[in-house]
């Protein structure tokens, strides 16, 4: 059957932000919205010969959200009218992000399209999202990007086949139209990987009690909250099955269409299950959640949060000890608004330390040139050089391999390192769903005011430098402009503020504020205590209070 060429026309929000095009269902659910930005990306990315999309093998999979099914039958019907030659699909449609990033890697494809909006809330009335990843299994970077939100303002028609939908619960190989479909096992692939990485012993140790892992005298005890999203079964096969964690150890773990009404954002507001779990009586040991997407993560021991900035300078301090990192990093990468204690860890080990920009899409370059082997970011997201993306996952075997290795509780863990580098208080204050028009006056004045600012004093902090974040990327030169307001004082502290860039309704003001302190005596602060006096003195460099009228954040993380 020839493929049907079907008249459109463009639609002007098509433009993909910090992690792929993310819209509410109903933008998404329009008649040719998918179709649009999927013949966008096919454009974009078709080529003569082998450097196009056409003739190759093509990732598809997503976090199994509301509207996943739909749209990955659309996206069947176009691949097979594009050219494509072979698609690679998870069962029911299911591939986490750092599964699919992992499943690109080895079976080559030249890329992948990945259905989420991550942590974004689900169902007919939340999030969807599309986004796509290049052939080195990240996301597609900038130029590729821009390419794309080009392209969906010239459209004028795209190509599909008029086929019925395909069976996207049984797993094996079909022909549609000349392009062969495969449907995988999404969790077979990333499993074996993990187990490449950690001593899988080891740990099946620590859960049998034969390692005590820092347990209050029992058996070593852990939670992971998967919040109703993509990681269930990919906890529950490796953590319960491979690894011998009691049955029950993964709550909420079968993905739901619209995350069983959870927000599937792992920090502490929303994660409600592990922090009741992790500061109840008698709490496990080990606690942790994922997101929609499974690629980011959030750790607790016993009543302690860990921050996702201390989390990825601990891994990276200790990560020698999983066979995987034996020999060693490379260089440690963090995102800007990241707190600067994975810097230390990078000085004492005597490798580089990177700063990126929000966007897991900056360290791809790094780590396909082998600069970087541990990445991470303040939103709960850290990885490795074993894919592309961030893995929530992971994160939480690397830590169980941590905690198996020095048989050690993890807040012994975390005190000990504090004490050795310092601990870098740290806090981000979330402002949601403020107006647009309010949010870009406050950034435009602020970045006015820059040149001004340093040498002057606001309460008891002087600042010291002002600038907005630009990057270089040290591999191809590419310049990345504004990517964060940053002030610094004289003491050290730091506060920046950016907008997000992965919100879908108003705008949402991320301030970041970090404060070191070296002294292990006073290391033991709640960390908005510790940082009260700088929150004030954020709230008065921007006039946050004054201009949105609220007088407390949305979210503290
Ligand atoms: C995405 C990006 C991350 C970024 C995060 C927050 O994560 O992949 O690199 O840090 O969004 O971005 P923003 O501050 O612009 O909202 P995810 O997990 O949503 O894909």
């Keep these: 059957m020839a493929p049907v060429i079907v008249p459109t026309t ?22 040719h919205y998918v179709a649009n930005f999927i013949q966008s990306i096919f454009d974009v990315m078709s080529g003569s010969g082998d450097d196009g999309i056409q003739g190759q093998t093509v990732v598809v999979g997503g976090d199994g959200r509301f509207y996943n099914p739909e749209a990955i039958q659309i996206i069947v019907r176009m691949a097979a009218a594009n050219g494509i030659r072979r698609l690679l699909i998870g069962r029911g449609g299911i591939l986490s992000t750092p599964a699919a990033s992992h499943v690109i890697r080895k079976y080559k494809a030249f890329g992948g399209i990945i259905l989420s909006a991550s942590h974004n809330q689900g169902g007919p009335d939340g999030d969807f999202g599309i986004k796509y990843n290049t052939g080195n299994g990240g996301p597609a970077p900038e ?42 096992d999404p969790v077979a692939d990333y499993a074996e990987l993990m187990e490449s990485l950690f001593d899988f012993d080891q740990i099946r140790s620590l859960f049998r009690g034969g390692s005590q892992g820092g347990t209050q005298g029992g058996k070593f005890r852990m939670v992971f909250d998967a919040l109703s999203a993509v990681t269930g079964p990919y906890a529950t096969e490796i953590l319960e099955k491979r690894l011998g964690a009691p049955a029950g150890t993964v709550l909420n773990g079968t993905p739901l269409p619209d995350f069983g009404g959870h927000h599937p954002d792992p920090n502490p507001v ?49 990560a020698h000890l999983a066979p995987g990192y034996a020999g060693g990093l490379r260089g440690i990468a963090r995102s800007m608004p990241t707190s600067r204690a994975a810097d230390r860890v990078a000085a004492k080990l005597g490798i580089p330390g990177f700063e990126t920009p929000t966007g897991w899409k900056f360290f791809g370059n790094l780590l ?50 504090w004490r050795e580098l310092g601990r870098d208080y740290y806090t981000r204050h979330d402002y949601e769903d403020i107006d647009n028009a309010t949010a870009d006056a406050m950034m435009a004045d602020l970045r006015a005011s820059l040149p001004t600012l340093p040498g002057t004093r606001i309460g008891d902090a002087e600042v010291k430098t002002a600038d907005d974040f630009e990057y270089r990327d040290p591999i ?27 919100g879908t309704g108003g705008a949402t003001l991320r301030v970041y504020m970090e404060r070191y302190e070296p002294d292990p005596a006073k290391q033991e602060l709640d960390s908005q205590e510790a940082l009260a006096g700088l929150i004030a003195t954020a709230d008065a460099v921007a006039g946050i209070s004054k201009r949105t009228g609220r007088d407390k954040p949305s979210v503290i993380t």
């Design 143 to 184: 130029k590729i990007t821009d390419a794309i939100f080009k392209r969906t303002g010239e459209i004028t028609e795209y190509r599909t086949v008029e086929t019925p939908d395909i069976d996207l619960d049984r797993l094996g190989t079909s022909q549609l139209e000349g392009m062969t479909v495969e449907i995988i």
């Design 368 to 417: 396909d040139a082998g600069q970087a082997t541990l990445c991470g970011e303040e939103s709960a997201g850290t990885g490795s050089d074993h894919v592309r993306e961030k893995d929530g996952l992971w994160a939480v075997l690397l830590w169980l391999n941590i905690l198996a290795a020095r048989n050690q509780p993890i807040g012994e863990i975390v005190r000990q390192h």
């Design 476 to 502: 191809d030169g590419s310049i990345s402009k504004r990517q964060g307001i940053r002030i610094s004082f004289a003491d050290g502290s730091r506060v920046v503020y950016r907008l997000s860039g992965t």
């Design 270 to 318: 929303h994660a409600h299950d592990l922090v009741a779990a992790m500061t109840g009586p008698n709490p496990p040991d080990f606690g942790a959640a994922s997101d929609g997407d499974g690629d980011r993560n959030m750790i607790m021991g016993p009543s302690l949060f860990i921050t996702p900035s201390d989390s990825l300078a601990l891994l990276a301090a200790n």
């Design 10 to 31: 463009p639609f002007n929000d098509q433009k993909p932000g910090t992690s792929g095009l993310r819209k509410k269902v109903t933008v998404y659910s329009q008649p």
